[in-house]
């Protein structure tokens, strides 16, 4: 955080705990430099990262705040299925709210089920104890109906924060294709209702321009990835994807284009950030919003490097693009309609379509191991997976389960289980 710029004028504004969050940002700051500062040899633009990183609750909400007062809106969002392209569209700022850390669980469990996900909880857990800034700075917030889980949240988020949910099916039939191109336009309407601005067929062409440059900075980084030895760490991969749901999308995109040049030299020189011979895993499965970094700590700490993430926070939700062809509001809203509706979420069925993108992504990125990870409480991704382990089985790829939550208890129990999977993968040769 900037220490010559003092924040708390506009967290006490904003109606933050103070006292709390002060606690909290030192707990972050110790988990960063553990888990990211720490790391040897990073590329020198994840620099820009690290300064975003350290001013999460400070110069973005700053800008937030500032576009706010220049008329601008904020609209936070819990899931990839809210289309990015439309709240540009009306000159917004859109923001994901979704949270991974064991913070505010005890004020969450008060309105919400003990036996409910640990990413539901924590969302409700930062904005019940007076923790998020983005919360309080979003005018309007639009849920889904997704899982169960969040579904039903969204009814009691309405209570502390304007809530809009618009409704996803759950089956990619004709029905619900119209369902979901009816359900777009009524975001449309209510994104131009609260910001008083029109959605056209040009400030949709604008904003799918700005959303496909961001998606397609990230797939040249996940490209480069492939290379062994891996000029990255999944940790600083997975931390650009958890920035791409905050940081302003253009200036975002740029940095991730400055990032990838010098990957790219990396690559060239054979310069990685784990030898040649270090076991490459995939993570599968549930999101891991920011700061959930548990997992792939583990993982990298036990020697092995992440070379993909088939995650909502990760290649599931960058993959596809808007086609860009002129046309009217209505056939821009088509194409973002199709592009949304190919997202290959467990709480579609059937979804065999993310089964394949499992197996594709394991072979281009040259995986030796799958971790499948689900959030305890799950019910989608923790089902999914019996699916996704018999396809691997088929390709002969090894696969490793794991279910957790937010809290640090299981850590010594995730260690030896992934220890224990690194020990059974096939070793790699020294030179590919
Ligand atoms: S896992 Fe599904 S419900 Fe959760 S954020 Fe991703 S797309 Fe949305
Ligand atoms: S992790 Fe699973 S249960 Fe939690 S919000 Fe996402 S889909 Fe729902």
Redesign the pocket.
Known sequence: MNETIDYRPMWKALGLNLEAHDGLLAALGQAYRDIYLSQEDRPDGMGYFDFVISEIHGLRIQELVDARQEGRKVIGT????VPEELVLAVDGICIGL?AGADIGTEEAEKVLPRNTCALIKSFFGFTLSGLCPYVSAADLVVG?T??DG?KKAYEIFDDYKPTFVIEVPHMKTAAGRALWRSELERLARKLEEVSGRQITAESLREGVRIVNAKRAALHRLNELRSANPAPISGRDALLINQIAFYDDPQRFTQQVNALCDELEQRVQQGQGVAGEQAPRLLVSG??MAAPNWKLPFVIEKSGAVIVGEES?VGE?GTRNLVTETDGDRESWLDRIADRYLD?D???FTPNPERLDHIAAMAQRYRADGVVHYALQFCAPYTIEARHVERRLSERKIPLLRIETDYSMEDLPQLETRVQAFLEMLPRRAAAV
């Open positions: 819990f899931c990839l299925y979704c889904e997704t899982c969040k549930c999101p909502c599931r997202i979420c467990a709480c």
